[in-house]
C-alpha cells in the first residue's frame, strides 16, 4: 500500500496560481503511475491529471489543458499539480491517486491508493 499525502491547496483569485503536491511513502515501487483528480461539490470525482514514474506519458483533461502542468521528482517521490489561469470552475477538493499498474489513467476506478485531498477555491 502506498500512502500519499497533498498539500498546496487554498483560496486564490481568479487568474491566480498554486502548486499542488503529493508525496508519497510506503510500498511507493509499486506504483506505475500518478493521478490527480478533483471533485466539486455535488459533482462526482473528475480526473485532471496523470503522469508515469518512469515518464513517457503525461494526460490532461481538457477542461485543464495549457494551464496545468503534471510533473514528478522521483528522488522525493513527490508529484506536482502546477495550476495556472485558475478559473472559479475549478474550485474543488483535489486528490491524488497512485496505480499499481498500468491502465485506463482517467478511470478513478483503475487507481489502488488515494490521498485525503486538498481543497481548491477560486474567488471570482
Known amino acids: 500500500q502506498v500512502q500519499l499525502v497533498e498539500s498546496g491547496g487554498g483560496l486564490v483569485q481568479a487568474g491566480g496560481s498554486l502548486r499542488l503536491s503529493c508525496a508519497a511513502s510506503?510500498?511507493?515501487?509499486?506504483?506505475?503511475?500518478m493521478g490527480w483528480f478533483r471533485q466539486a461539490p455535488g459533482k462526482g470525482r473528475e480526473f485532471v491529471a496523470a503522469i508515469r514514474w518512469s515518464g513517457g506519458y503525461i494526460d490532461y483533461a481538457d477542461s485543464v489543458k495549457g494551464r496545468f502542468t503534471i510533473s514528478r521528482d522521483n528522488a522525493k517521490n513527490t508529484v506536482y499539480l502546477q495550476m495556472n489561469n485558475l478559473k472559479p470552475e475549478d474550485t474543488a477538493i483535489y486528490y491524488c491517486?497512485?496505480?499499481?499498474?498500468?491502465?485506463?489513467?482517467?478511470?478513478?476506478?483503475?487507481?489502488?491508493?488515494w490521498g485525503q485531498g486538498t481543497q481548491v477555491t477560486v474567488s471570482s
Open positions: 491517486a497512485a496505480a499499481d499498474k498500468y491502465g485506463n489513467s482517467r478511470d478513478a476506478g483503475s487507481y489502488d491508493s
Open positions: 510506503g510500498r511507493t515501487f509499486s506504483s506505475s503511475r
